[in-house]
């Protein structure tokens, strides 16, 4: 599993035109981009989740967890990309939906049993993601 977390001051995901998950402009907050791979289970969402929440990446190296910011959830299989050959990515290292979705849910609900406030985008929708990267910060997290 990996999660590409932004920090952010504001975030919005659009599926057909309509928000269907955001991060309000009123404090800051995080985008979490989850990429699933074969060999992912409900233990390594779980931790990764954790990972997450426990993360000092905001203001005065606070985490998630200490000032309860929102995290915007959204799947993101094209994380696992091979572009070692050529200049077509492969997309074999991403799970399937089958294996994806689930795991993707149970990433979020982890979350949300930590005390995160969460929102999510729709597994498999044409999504359109704005969001202000704070800083900018970006980090790949791994397990």
């Known amino acids: 599993m990996r999660v590409l977390v932004q920090r952010v001051t504001s ?8 928000v269907v998950g955001a991060v309000r402009p009123e ?8 990429g699933v791979t074969h060999d992912d289970d409900t233990s390594k969402a779980q931790r990764m989740a954790e990972k997450l929440w426990q993360l000092r990446i ?4 606070k985490s998630a967890s200490d000032v309860e910011a929102p995290i ?5 299989f094209t994380l696992y990309a091979n572009t070692a050959k050529g200049r077509r990515p492969a997309w074999n290292a991403a799970a399937p939906r089958a294996v994806a979705e689930p795991l993707v849910t149970a990433f979020a609900d982890a979350l949300r049993a930590l005390g995160a406030q969460v ?7 044409d999504m ?16």
Not at 72 to 76: D, G, T
Not at 130 to 143: C, R, W
């Open 58 to 61: 905001l203001d005065d190296e």
């Open 72 to 76: 915007l959830v959204v799947s993101q």
């Open 119 to 125: 929102e999510t985008g729709v597994f498999g929708a």
């Open 27 to 34: 404090r800051q907050g995080l985008v979490a981009l989850v």
């Open 11 to 18: 975030a919005a995901v659009r599926v057909d035109g309509e």
């Open 128 to 143: 359109r993601v704005e969001l202000v990267n704070d800083g900018p910060v970006t980090v790949l997290l791994e397990l």
